[in-house]
């Protein structure tokens, strides 16, 4: 997450968060960032949404039909997330560049649910 070609992990929290463990040295995880988000989390995917070289993390949002996006800026901080509505609930999600012009596109998987 902070490109220095050592693995992270992410964590998304039940609690409205997410929490990304820093691989420092050695496979240790010393530091972890705790981020806030507005709902509680369906799934997590990464990937570089803007070509800037940095992973980006989605999220899909508990019972809103929405999914954040936060960007990396680099030095272990997100801009604050852009949230995008659906019109079902987005369960997971994939990253393909759908036409080769080097930009990841989402794909949203989701359940929609009507009771009339």
């Known amino acids: 997450m902070n490109n ?8 998304g929290n039940y609690d409205s968060t997410f929490q990304i463990l820093f691989n420092e040295y050695n496979n240790k ?19 570089d949404l803007n070509n800037d070289q940095r992973l980006d993390i989605i999220l899909g949002n508990l019972g809103t039909k929405q999914i954040s996006i936060h960007f990396n800026i680099g030095n272990r901080k997100f801009i604050k997330s852009i949230i995008y509505s659906t019109d079902f609930n987005p ?7 759908i036409n080769g012009d080097g930009y990841m596109v989402i ?3 989701g359940t929609y649910y009507s009771a009339s």
């Not at 369960?91 to 560049?97: F, I, P």
Request: glycine share 2%.
């Open 4 to 11: 220095d070609n050592k693995t992270d992990i992410i964590i």
């Open 29 to 47: 995880f010393y530091q972890s960032v705790v981020y806030l988000v507005k709902f509680y989390s369906t799934f997590l995917t990464i990937g």
């Open 107 to 109: 794909i949203l998987i």
């Open 91 to 97: 369960v997971a999600a994939k990253l393909v560049d």
